[in-house]
Every structure is written in structure tokens, then in C-alpha cells.
């Protein structure tokens, strides 16, 4: 646990030392306020359902720009060498680095929830939904930064690991769009495949069990993939 | 403190190391010495637990490198080739955290202390991004002794410094023998004869030669070699100077000055001394002359070389 935080606390000092952190949070909040503000003017609703619903786009992009240089700046620059001859288990290094990641997100996230204050001046928002959707956003972020973690695992080179953690994150947001063309039995397994089919009930202020356990069970499987993959670098 | 059997290594089809066996005593300052693409590094990344080796298996501190890594790994502290450091933290904050990933205890006083010891204390909070080739190399020094390991494994530490700082890397390594077993890789000969006690020659993945820095020079010269210089210009002295006990040869190489070939088990230059002193002669020097490693490093590495030419690579010595 010691390791896991060292890792954890140097690689967000690495996120607030480069110029990414920033760029991606002003881009995030740029957008995200910009959709709240429209969305806000043309519904005249105080709710956030279509605001968390056109976040995670930009989260299609958002989460790879954080999850892209974790592994892949350590394999570039060497310093990879050095952490894997530390007394220090490859799992630690994977999951402190999304921890750190996963801290990030959350700070700009966080930065959102004056969001709802606003709506709460200007009406009189239900909780529920509101609550219940930060719950999905933060979730489907944390399974994207582990994705990307993934694809960051299996390159040198960010620009390459960005790319890929965004093809890998679109292909699952759209797989369910197959189950139409397939038998019911292969279909339902491409809906519950997809990470959209998991998300909208939290709109809808539903904390579905099995949609958690979705979403923790792809976040997992990413981090253990991407473990192996840093351990098999060792027998190339 | 560190064994090392029948390490082999396969990437690929490539057989970068084939059957290495050696022993490192504690204490000992070990030279790894061969051309690029020998398998030094290779050697060094299977001690360090970084990769398995093909075959073989090696012991750091009575810790198998690659089914106990985890507990071999807190005995060593390992420096790689061309450091690979993060360019984007300070050096305080650099070592502060491979404190932590080595456990370090009294952390904050530690790092203090390694830090005078390599003379980084005024850039301590300078961006390693920012800092010199030297003081990379010494940061990436810093991190490798700041756990105080038993075993130091050090890949080419001299490269790319100036030859000031080469003396202070120099001197530092030798003063961590004896405390610890040091492990060093160079291609650059003079350093070996002057840091370690004992030399390990690897070419193509073998192990070419094994012993003291000077016991390799005589082996190859297959003797000691002694100078001397007497005043008395018109007498030849090589024969008087042949019957000298221990002396097998006597060539004249100039106005006075002879060398001769001595066996290497015994001490011969008193007994030199003493029968020129007897003849009456002059006396002006006499001197051992050991045969730089280099020279050894081209007799017993360079393949593409004939024998006369490396015949004249010792001569020339």
C-alpha cells in the first residue's frame, strides 16, 4: 500500500508539473460549461440527464488524454527500468498510476458540481438523478482511464497509446449497435458488452448493481491485463 | 553475496549470454569489462531481477533474482546505463521518492546526506530535466546508494562525464567497497585497474577471462616486466643482468635502458637492484611496468585482429 501510494502521489505531481493537467481540465470544463449553459437555455430544466449524457463524449477524449503517457513515458524514457528493479510488485505500478489518474478526474469533476448549485438558484432540481448521475460519470471515466491504461501498457509512444484507448473506448460504446444484426443470444451479449447500456440508467437516478459491477469488473480486467502485459516485457 | 550460474540469455534466436557463472565476495569491487554488445548489460539487468535469464539462475544475498525478486531487489541498489530519470521532478523530489519505494527510513536526513555526498545539495530543487549530463549521472548515483544496499550494480557510471568528475565517480565507488559488493560495467580499462579488485572479461555472451587487474596483466605478458636505467652508458649489462635470479629475459631497448622479464611469483626488482648496485653501476631507475588492461582488452576481444598485430598492440604497450 506504501508503494501504491508513492507511485500514486508522484505521478499527480507529474500531472500538475506538465502542461496536460491543465489543458485537459480547462478543455473539459470549457466544454462541459459550455453544454451546460445551451443545455440549461434550450430545456429550461433543472436537471443534469442531458448534460451527463453529452459529458461522456467528452470523455471519449478526455480520459485518453490523462491515461496515455502513464506507462508509455516510462517505457520511452527508460525510467520503467528502474521502477521494476525497485522492491516494488507491477501491480503496484499499474494501479497507483490509475490511481493517480482517477484523482485527477475526480478534481475536474468536482470542479463541475457548481453546476447544480446553479440549477438550485434558478429552480428546484431533483437530487436524485443529479446524484446518481455524478455516480455513472465518475464511474465510466474511471473504466475509460483504466482502458486507456490499458492501450498505454502496450506502446511507447502516447500519441499511438491516446489513439488506440479511443478506438478501444468507441468500439464498446457502440458494440451494442451490432446486437440488431446478430441472434438474441449474441446480441444480448454485445448490450451488456457495451459501456453505453450501462450508463443510461444513472441518468435516470438508477444505481443498478450489475451496472457497478460492470463497470468494476472492466476496470479490474483492464488493470490485470495491463499488469501482464508490463510483466511480459520482462521475457522480451 | 552474489552467484551467478550458467546465466544464459536468448532474445529471440540472438543468444546474448551463453553458461556465465561467477561468484562476488562481499566487499568486493568486481570489473565487468567488454566491448558493446557483449552481454554486460544483459548480466547486469538478470542480477537486478529486471528479466529472468533463459537458463541459469542468480543469487543476490542468498535471494534467487528471479523467484524471490522482490526480496533480492531491497538488497540492491542498481544504476542503469545512460540513467533513465524523470525529467519533471526535482532532485530532492526524486530521491524522495525512490525513498519511499525502497523503504527508506529517516528519509528527509538520508537524502541530506547522499546529496553532500555527491555534491548535489545546491540543486536539490532543481528540475532534473535541467541538470547536466554529470549530474544526472550523480542523481542517478544518489538513487542507487540512498537505501544503502548491500549489492551496488553500476552500468558504465563514468559515461559521459568530464574527467574531473570521473576521479569523484571513481573515488566514490572505491570508497563503497568493502561496506558493499559493487558490481561495475565499463568499456573503459584505466577505470577498472583503478576501482576493482577483481575483472571479469565477457565477450559475445562468454566469459573470456577472470582474475586480478594485475594478476590478468602478467598472465597475458606471461610474466612481470621490469625497467631499468643505469648510469654508465658503455658497458652492456644484459648479460650480468640475465644472471639474476627470477630473470628469464634481458632485452636492450636503449642508451642504458634495459627491460627484463621476470616470473611473476617472485619478487625480483631488490635482487636487480642489489646486482647493478654490486657492479658498480650508476643506478639512474628501475621500474615495474605492467601491461595497461587495455591492451589485454584487444588480445582478448578483438577477433578480426592476426596475432602479429596483436603482437605489435603489445609491444607497443
Known amino acids: 500500500m506504501r508503494n501504491l501510494l508513492a507511485i500514486t502521489q508522484k505521478e499527480l505531481n507529474s500531472f500538475f508539473a506538465s502542461p496536460i493537467a491543465y489543458v485537459v481540465s480547462a478543455a473539459f470544463l470549457a466544454v ?83 453546476y447544480p448549485l446553479v440549477l ?108 501482464q502485459i508490463l510483466q511480459s516485457r520482462r521475457w522480451r | 553475496m552474489i552467484q551467478a550460474e550458467n546465466l544464459t540469455k536468448f532474445y529471440g534466436n540472438f543468444q546474448a549470454l551463453s553458461g556465465i557463472s561467477f561468484e562476488v565476495e562481499k566487499g568486493e569491487i568486481l570489473g565487468f569489462l567488454g566491448p558493446n554488445g557483449a552481454g554486460k548489460t544483459t548480466t547486469m539487468r538478470i542480477l537486478t531481477g529486471y528479466m529472468p535469464p533463459s537458463d541459469g539462475r542468480a543469487m543476490v544475498a542468498g535471494y534467487d533474482t528471479f523467484e524471490e525478486s522482490l526480496e533480492a531487489r531491497k538488497h540492491i541498489g542498481y544504476m542503469p546505463e545512460t540513467v533513465p530519470l524523470y525529467t519533471d521532478m526535482t532532485v530532492a523530489g526524486y530521491l524522495d521518492f525512490m525513498g519511499k519505494l525502497r523503504h527508506v527510513s529517516d528519509r528527509r536526513n538520508r537524502i541530506a546526506e547522499v546529496m553532500e555526498r555527491l555534491d548535489l545539495t545546491d540543486r536539490a530543487d532543481t528540475l532534473i530535466g535541467r541538470l547536466s549530463k554529470g549530474y544526472r549521472q550523480r542523481v542517478g548515483l544518489a538513487q542507487a546508494i540512498l537505501h544503502d544496499p548491500e549489492v551496488l550494480i553500476l552500468d558504465e557510471p563514468t559515461i559521459g562525464l568530464d574527467p574531473r568528475q570521473i576521479i569523484e565517480v571513481r573515488n566514490l565507488i572505491k570508497s563503497l567497497g568493502g561496506e558493499h559488493t559493487v558490481i561495475l560495467s565499463t568499456h573503459i580499462l584505466p577505470e577498472v585497474s583503478q576501482v576493482a579488485n577483481r575483472v571479469l572479461i565477457i565477450n559475445k ?46 632485452e636492450k631497448i636503449g642508451e642504458g635502458k634495459y627491460e627484463l622479464t621476470c616470473d611473476s611469483d617472485q619478487e625480483v626488482s631488490p635482487l636487480v637492484a642489489k646486482k647493478i648496485v654490486s657492479e658498480g653501476w650508476p643506478l639512474i631507475e628501475l621500474k615495474k611496468v605492467s601491461l595497461s588492461l587495455e591492451d589485454i582488452f584487444l588480445h582478448l576481444t578483438t577477433e578480426e585482429q592476426t596475432d602479429i598485430e596483436e603482437e605489435m598492440e603489445v609491444q607497443n604497450a
Open chain 1, 32 to 114: 462541459a460549461g459550455f453544454l451546460f449553459v445551451m443545455i440549461l437555455f434550450i430545456t429550461r430544466e433543472a436537471s443534469l440527464r442531458y448534460l451527463f449524457g453529452n459529458l461522456v463524449v467528452i470523455l471519449f477524449f478526455v480520459a485518453p488524454a490523462i491515461s496515455m503517457r502513464l506507462l508509455s513515458e516510462e517505457f520511452r524514457s527508460g525510467s520503467i527500468e528502474l521502477l521494476m528493479t525497485s522492491p516494488i510488485r507491477d501491480w503496484e505500478v499499474v494501479w497507483g498510476k490509475w490511481f493517480a489518474a482517477l484523482a485527477l478526474f475526480l478534481v475536474m469533476v468536482a470542479l463541475t458540481f457548481f
Open chain 1, 120 to 227: 438550485k438558484l434558478l429552480g428546484t432540481p431533483d437530487w436524485g438523478p443529479i446524484i446518481s448521475g455524478y455516480i455513472g460519470l465518475i464511474l465510466m471515466g474511471a473504466t475509460m482511464l483504466a482502458l486507456g491504461e490499458l492501450t498505454s501498457s502496450m506502446t511507447s509512444n502516447q500519441i499511438v497509446a491516446a489513439i488506440l484507448a479511443v478506438v478501444v473506448i468507441l468500439i464498446l460504446w457502440l458494440i451494442d449497435a451490432l446486437a440488431q444484426y446478430t441472434t438474441p443470444a449474441i446480441g444480448s451479449v454485445f448490450n451488456n458488452l457495451a459501456l453505453s447500456s450501462h450508463y443510461s440508467a444513472f441518468m435516470k437516478g438508477v444505481i443498478d448493481t450489475k451496472d457497478v459491477l460492470y463497470f468494476l469488473s472492466v476496470i479490474v480486467g483492464s488493470l490485470f491485463l495491463a499488469t
Open chain 2, 205 to 250: 555472451g562468454r566469459l573470456v577471462a577472470e582474475d586480478t587487474p594485475e594478476n590478468l596483466t602478467a598472465r597475458l605478458k606471461g610474466g612481470r616486466t621490469i625497467q631499468v636505467e643505469i648510469g654508465d652508458r658503455g658497458v652492456d649489462a644484459t648479460k650480468v643482468l640475465r644472471e639474476v635470479a627470477g630473470v628469464t629475459k634481458v
